[in-house]
């Protein structure tokens, strides 16, 4: 399973981003879908997580001003950021889990960098 993030970059706090992760390859079924990520010197974070049945959940790092959302027919999900503050600066992953020739497994994108300037 390979896993392509887009939509990071640079924003003034206060200011918004969206995040979309597509997952592509072969004999794979999605579970689940979502965000970590890991600011400089610190260990990786959850950010919040979707089921395909839609249960989310939300790590301290995400609640109350990101949403996070799927689109499992297209194997997506998306990371909806608001008001972001100079401390959500870090390396968003794209965390994928399922099922790949009926083996479980998981899977971790390449990050994509969002910097928030206060």
């Known amino acids: 399973v390979q896993l392509q993030a887009s939509g990071g970059g640079s924003v003034h706090a206060g200011g918004s981003l969206r995040l979309s992760c597509v997952a592509s390859?072969?004999?794979?079924?999605?579970?689940?879908m979502g965000w970590y990520r890991q600011a400089p010197g610190k260990q990786r974070e959850l950010v919040a997580t979707?089921?395909?049945?839609?249960?989310?959940n939300y790590g301290d790092s995400g609640k109350g001003r990101f949403t996070v959302s799927g689109a499992f027919a297209r194997n997506t999900v998306y990371l909806q950021m608001d008001s972001l503050k100079a401390e959500d600066t870090a390396v968003y992953y794209c965390?994928?889990?399922?099922?790949?020739?009926?083996?479980?497994?998981?899977?971790w994108g390449r990050g994509t960098l969002v910097t928030v300037s206060s």
């Open positions: 390859g072969s004999a794979f079924i999605t579970s689940l």
């Open positions: 979707i089921t395909r049945g839609g249960t989310t």
């Open positions: 965390n994928w889990r399922g099922t790949v020739h009926q083996r479980l497994a998981p899977y």
